[in-house]
C-alpha cells in the first residue's frame, strides 16, 4: 500500500499521470470543470474505485446511486449523476448504505429457534432444511385447502419485488396479505381516492412561485425525500419564492421557510378551510380556479354550471370563517387571511401535505380540504402545482397462467366498523383482530421489510401477541437484520441487503418524467444471505407450482427486454451498465384529466354512459349480469365499478378527467363526495373536533411524534455512520409548559398516556407549540444490533473494531410503547398525532 | 469555552478595495482576504471552499460522505453540521453550519508541530498531514481555534480534512461538495478571479469563523449565523448548538 506521505508528496506527479492517460492535460482540473460524480479513488492507494450503477431503499425513495467498491468490498455510496429524478444527490441515509451490508449484528444464515419464543436461543440451519420446513407448512396448508391461513405482511416491499412476491402469492393462492400504509400516510391517500383517484401527488418546485404546507416535512424525511428536497431549496435560494409552514414543532423544513407557522395538533384542516373560505367569499378563486371548477364535483348534480358550483362551496364554507378557525387552531385570522390571499393571487402555487395533517381522527378530511383549496385556487395537475405522479411503467413476466382463485381471511382490514372505507387496510389492528380470533387467525405468519413489533403503536400489545404460540402457531421473519420482530420468529430466513440484490425500480418522478432504473448487486450476499426474491421462486419450486422465473435477476433481465424503450436502449446490458434509462424525448406531464376520451374507447363492448354520474364504464367487465341490471343499480353502486371507468362526460365532451382507484367516485375532481355520503359521512370536507382533544384537563399535553433527516422511522439505526449523529431522542417541550412542570433542560420527565409511560429526557426548546411534546421515532431500540440498542444480535460471538469506537451511550426512548393503535374512522389511518399524554418530572430522578 | 465566535462581514467593497490594493502595491500587502492578493499573483491554484447556507438544509449528506470517503472513526469527524436554534417562541430560528478544516493561511496548527508532519502545501494551499511522521502529540488538536483535528485511532496520527486531495487531483469535486442536495458548496480556485468561487465571494457578502484568531481560513460562507451560546446566556437569549459530533459542546 502506498503510504500516505508518498500520496501527498506525490499528488502533482499522480495528477500529471492521469491527465497524461486521459489525455485531458493537467490543466483542466485546475480550472472549473470538475466531474460531477460517478467516479472515486481510495485516500489511501489513489487508485480507481470500481462504480456500479444501482438503487438505494434505505428508504422508499429508492433514488438511484452509485457503489464504489475498493479491494472486493463497499466502501462508498452516491447519488447516479445521470438520474433526471436526483440529480445525482442522495441524502445521508443512502451515504451510508455500506453500514447495512457490513452491520457486524447481521444474520448471516438461516436461523431457527430452539429455545422459547423470544428467549434469543438459535441454531443455524442449512437453507435446504429451512426452506423445507416452511414449503412444507405452507404445502400442508395449501393441500388442506386453507392457503389463506398462510399471511404475509410486508412493509416497503416495493417495484419488482412486490411484483415478483406477489406472483408467489397469487400463485400460492393466499389473499391474506397485510401492508404497512395505515401506519404511514393512508388517510392521506383515501382522502386522494376521494377526490382525484389514484393517490400520490408530486409537489413541482421546479415551476412554482409559492409553497404551502402543512404538516409536512419534506426537508428531512418524504417519501420522494431527495428528489424534492434539492428542488424545493434551489426554488428558495435561486427564485426566492415564498414558503410557508405550518407545523407544531419547527422542523427543518419549518425553519427553512420564509414563515413558520405553529398550529394546534389536528387542527390545520380549520385553517384549510377558512382559506377556502376567504379564496371563495373574496372572489380569489376567479380565473384559473373557476376554470377548473368545470373539472370538479362540488354538488350533487354532476351536470351543476360553475355558477352554481361557487354557490355550493361558498354555502359550504359559509361557517369556516377565519375567526373560526383562530379558536380552534391557535391560528390569528388575519394572519390565515393574508396567507389565503397570497396563496390564491401566486400563480403557480403549491400546497404541500403530509403526516401532520393526516395522521389524525378524520384524518382523509384533512387532505380533501388541502385538495379543495389547490382546486379552487387552480393549481392542480398544473406546472408548478400539486401534479399527478408519473412514475416509470414496468412490463414484466406475469408468471403461469393458470392461478388458483384466491381465499384470504378479512384480518387485515380491522374490526367490523372500525372505519368505513380502509383502502389501504388497517394493519395496526392486525395483532388485535388475531387476539380477538373471531375473524381467524393464520397458522403461519410470516413479514417482509416489516418491524410489526417497533413500528406500529402500544409495541408491549404486538410484542405478546407475536409471541404468543396459542395465536400464531408459526412464524417466519425475512430480514438481514436482528430486529425485535425478528427476536419473535420461529425461523430466519436472511434477506440480502439491498445492496446485494438485484430489482427494478420505479419510484415518482419529481419532473414529471418517468424514470427507469435498476438495482444490482453491489458485493456478493454477505453469507448465505439470498434475495427474499430468489427464495420464492426457490418456494414456489418446492411446492410443485413452479412461476416460469429463475430468481430475482432473471426476472429483472426479462422485464428488462419486454419494456418499451428500455429494451430498445439496450435492454438488460444497458441497464447493468447505465443503471437509469428515461426517454429523452419525454415531455413533462401535466393536464392529463383535460385529454379526450377517444371515440372508439366509447364504442368498445359493454361500455354505457352512466346516467347518474355522467360517467362512462363498462358492466360487461363490471361482470355484471345484464345491462339492464347495470343501468338499474348504477356505476356508483356496483362493487368495483371503478375498474372499468373509461372517462367522464362533461358538457358535450367525454375527457379522460380523474381516473377512480379504489372507490366508485366518478371522473370529476370531487369536492362532492357521494362515496362520503353513502359511508354516512358529510359530502364536502368537513372539521371534526378530535374527541380526545375535546376532553383533555387543563395540565395535558398532546404527544407528536416526527422523523429527523439522518434516520428512516425503523430500520437504519444499525447504520453506525447516522446513529452516531442522532441516537438520542430528548422529548421537545415548550419553556412555558415545562416552567408549569417544574421540568428544566436535561430533566428525566414521565410522558404518561392512557396505555403506559415512558421515562425520557427534556429538550427545552421554543421550537414546539405550548402543550405539544414532541418525540422524534427512531430511537430506544431494545433489539437491532449494537449501534441501536446497545445490545448485539445472538449471532455475533467475538467483540471486533466495532465496539471500541462506539461512544455513545444513550439509545432514546421508544414512543410508540404509549401509542395506542387507534384507527381513523373513516380510513382506518393510524391516529399517531392525537395522543394525549401526561408530562411530569420523573420521581425516580 | 468561553471564546466568543464573532463574525467578519467581507464587503464587496472591500474586496475590490482589496484587488485594488494589492494590485498597487504588489503581493503580500492585501489587508482584506487571501483571493484578493492570490487573484494578483496569478500563480498556483489555492483551493477554498464556499458554504452558501441559503442552500443548506442541515442533511448531513456531506457529514456522511466523508466518513465513507475516508471510513472515518466514530468519535472523530473530519466533515460535521452545526445547527443554531436561537429566539423566543414563536420567532424562533434554525439554522445550519457545516464545518470543516479551513485550510487556513496562517494555520496555528503547522505552527506548532514539533516535527513538520504537518504543512500548507505550496502547490494548492491544502493544509495536510504526514501520518508517517505525526508522533500523535496533540499539540495542534489544541492549536486549532476550529477543533478540526482529530487523533486517528487507527493510524496514531493526527487526521482532518484536506479537501479530498485525492479526489481534486484526479479533477473531482470533494467528497462533501459532490454530495451537497442544494449546491451549496462551491470549491474551487482562490487565486483565479474568474473562478466561480471567486466570482460568488466577490459579489455577495461573506464571512469566516473567528477571524479575531488571525488565522486567515479559506473557508468563506453566505448567511452564516454565527451566535455563540454563551454569549447569548450572559445575555439572557436563547442560542442552542447541536454539534451532531462527539465533542457536544463548540469550540
Redesign the interface.
Known sequence: MT???N??KL??V??TA?AAITG?GAL?????N????G?????TT?KARKAIPSACWQCVSRCPIIGFIEEGRL?????QPNSIRTD??????A??G?NQVYDPDRILYPMRRVGKRGEGKWKRVSWDDALTEVAGRLKKLRDDGQPEKFMFHYGRMKASSSKLVGMFLANYGTGTIGNHTSICEGAKWTGQELTWGKHYDNWDFDHTKYVLNLGSNL??AHTNH?SE??RL??A??DRRIKMVTFDVR?S?TA??STE???VKPGTDIAVLLAMSNVVMNEGLYQGEGEAFLSFCRATPNVNASTADKVAALKAHLASYTPEWAEKISGVAADKIRTIAREFATTKPAVLVTYRGLVAHYYGPEGERAAQMLAAITGNIDNPGGRCKAVGAKWKFPSGPKDKPTAKKLKIVDGFKGQAKLPTHHINHQIFNVIKDGSLGRPDVYMWYCYAPVYSNGDCKANAAVMKDETLIPYSVCINPFYDESAALADIILPDATYLERWDWEDMVSPNQVPEHYIRQPLVKPLGEARNFGDVVCDLAERMGFPLGIKNMEDFVEKSCEMTPGVKEAGGFEYMKTHGVWHDPKAKPSYYGYAKPVKAADLAKDGVILDEATSTYWNWKKAKVKTVEDAKAKGYAHTKDAYKTYIGQKIGDKVYKGFKPDKVNKTGYFELYSTVMEDNGFAPMPTYKAIPEHVAMKPDDMILTTFKV??QTHSRTQNC???T???HDNPAWI???SAEARNIKEGDRIRVASGIGHIETTARV???V??GVIAIAMHCGHWEYGRYASGKKSPFVKEDIV?D????WKSHGEHPNWIIPNDPDPISGQQRWMDTVVNVSKSVSA | MSDVEISTTVKRRDFLNGIATAAAVGAGAAIMPKPAQAAVTGLK?HYGMLI?L????????C???C?????V???ATRSWVEYV?K????D?????LPRLCNQCSKPACVDVCPTGATWK?K?DGVV?V????CIGCKYCLLACPYDARFIN?V?GSADKCDF??????????P?CV??????ARI???LN?PS??ISREIATNPVTVLRPEQGTEPNVYYIAADHSDEYTAAAQGR?V?IDT???QQERK
Request: proline share 7%; hydrophobic share 35%.
Open positions: 503510504s500516505r506521505r500520496f501527498l499528488g502533482a499522480a495528477a492521469t485531458t483542466t482540473w485546475a480550472k472549473e470538475r466531474i460531477k460524480g467516479r472515486d479513488y481510495s485516500p489513489g466502501v462508498k455510496v452516491e447519488g445525482g444527490k442522495v441524502c445521508a441515509k451515504h451510508a455500506p426537508l428531512e431527495t428536497a434539492q431549496v434551489k428558495l435560494a419547527l427543518n425553519a427553512k413558520w407557522v405553529p433527516n439522518v453506525k455512520w447516522l452516531e449523529i442522532y415548550n419553556p412555558a426548546t421554543p421550537a407549540a405550548p466495532h471500541k469506537q462506539m461512544w | 491554484p452558501d441559503r442552500r443548506c438544509i442541515g442533511c448531513h449528506a457529514s456522511v460522505s466518513k465513507a470517503e475516508f471510513d472513526p466514530l468519535g436554534e429566539g423566543d417562541y414563536p424562533v430560528s434554525r439554522s445550519f502545501r502547490a495536510v504526514d501520518s508517517d511522521v485511532p493510524t479530498c486531495l485525492h479526489r481534486v487531483e484526479k479533477g473531482l469535486e467528497a459532490n454530495a451537497c442536495i442544494g449546491d470549491f474551487g480556485d483565479d473562478s466561480k436563547y442552542r451532531h459530533r462527539r
